[in-house]
Nanobody, 128 residues
Framework: QLQLVESGGGLVQPGGSLRLSCAAS??????????IGWFRQAPGQEREGVPC????????NYADSVKGRFTISRDNVNTMVYLQVSSLKPEDSAVYYC???????????????????WGQGTQVTVSS
């Protein structure tokens, strides 16, 4: 079983940057076998997939809304996944969650059912 804990959220001005972290604990082999995704959910909206990274880190998948602004990476030695978020806009404000997929390659980001372990989220607020 995996436990995922997000951190790094906060209040940032438009155009600013943050680095979100997702710390995984549990069976290291389990973590290394799974793709990891970041999702976000704003009040009154559905949870949406943002980026995903394959188990090896060699494959990534980004939502169109964040391409060129967000970068996902992972450190399989320390069981961490990072999301660098830049050029932030007010519409990026949301609770950001990391989630572990059932498989090693990134599923379609719309298929949230493919992700079976979730963290509790970290709030990102973009406001002047």
């Amino acid at each position: 079983q995996l436990q995922l804990v997000e951190s790094g959220g906060g209040l940032v001005q438009p155009g600013g940057s943050l680095r979100l972290s997702c710390a995984a604990s549990g069976f290291r082999s389990d973590y290394r076998a799974r793709a990891i995704g970041w999702f976000r959910q704003a009040p009154g909206q559905e949870r949406e997939g943002v980026p995903c990274i394959s188990s090896s880190g060699g494959g990534t998948n980004y939502a169109d809304s964040v391409k060129g602004r967000f970068t996902i990476s992972r450190d399989n030695v320390n069981t961490m996944v990072y999301l660098q978020v830049s050029s932030l806009k007010p519409e990026d404000s949301a609770v950001y969650y990391c989630a572990a997929a059932r498989v090693s390659l990134c599923p379609d980001l719309e298929r949230k059912s493919e992700f079976d372990y979730w963290g509790q989220g970290t709030q990102v607020t973009v406001s002047s």
